[in-house]
């Protein structure tokens, strides 16, 4: 890669800084993320529309219930999973494109108390309104997804069944917690391919809105081809 300090833009002279360059880097970053690994991953593992419940007549109808009822709560795990890398990844990123941005400015950087303070210091000083559009909810659902996954019950599963109530349906047929003893909330939240799009467009928008650098891309397209038959 150029070093920023040297290249120019265009006929203006004006020298490319860093600040310039990470948006687009942190949006590819992203989509290679997604595609080579996520996409991938999630689309190979087996997801059934609905789970057969109640005496089963044969031991092989038990076990394939039961396998079945392992494939779809295995997919629900991992999509977890790869929302809390999805989420540490951009905050990563907003850490430091935050610090290149008063760096190259030479001005002081604000002290950020976690995610939320981050992405409004980001988005001021990229110019994004993420109130428009639901990106900014669509990035901070994706955050307290990622926070409910790594630490279960607490402040942040609470805050999530009140911004996100979508994400726990106890009447679905399609998921049951394999977890023995009493319920617990944050065992049954669900993250569908539906949800890990809509955490990978807001994510790459972001930084296609931040982009000041010629062609940047705003929408980039995203869907899932799931073997289970569900289509995003």
């Known amino acids: 890669m150029i070093d920023a300090t040297e290249r120019t833009q265009g006929d203006k002279g004006r020298k490319m800084l860093v600040k310039d360059q990470l948006p687009r ?28 419940s109640g005496e089963a007549a044969t031991m092989d109808q ?4 039961a396998a079945a009822q392992v494939d779809n709560y295995t997919a629900n795990e991992a999509a977890k999973a790869f929302t809390l890398i999805l989420a540490a990844t951009f905050e990563r990123q907003l850490s430091i494109w935050a610090r290149a941005v008063h760096r190259d400015d030479a001005t002081d950087m604000p002290k950020a108390r976690g995610f939320r303070e981050l992405l409004a210091i980001c988005a001021e000083r990229a110019g994004i309104d993420v109130g428009h559009g639901g990106l900014g909810a669509d990035l901070t659902e994706m955050f307290v997804v990622a926070n409910v996954v790594r630490h279960g019950e607490g402040s942040s599963c609470e805050e999530l069944k009140t911004i996100a109530p ?35 467009r807001a994510t790459t928008r972001f930084w296609g809105l931040a982009d000041t650098l010629p062609m940047a891309v705003i929408d980039p397209p995203y869907r899932f081809a799931t073997t289970g038959g569900e289509t995003t």
Do not use: K, T
């Open 25 to 52: 880097i942190f949006q590819a970053n992203l989509a290679r993320l997604f595609e080579r690994v996520v996409q991938p991953a999630m689309e190979a593992l087996p997801v059934h529309s609905s789970l057969e």
């Open 166 to 200: 979508a994400l726990w349906d106890e009447a679905a047929n399609d998921y049951h917690d394999l977890l023995a003893g009493l319920p617990i909330a944050s065992e049954h939240l669900r993250i569908r391919a539906s949800d890990l799009v809509c955490y990978i």
């Open 62 to 65: 038990f076990l394939v219930r």
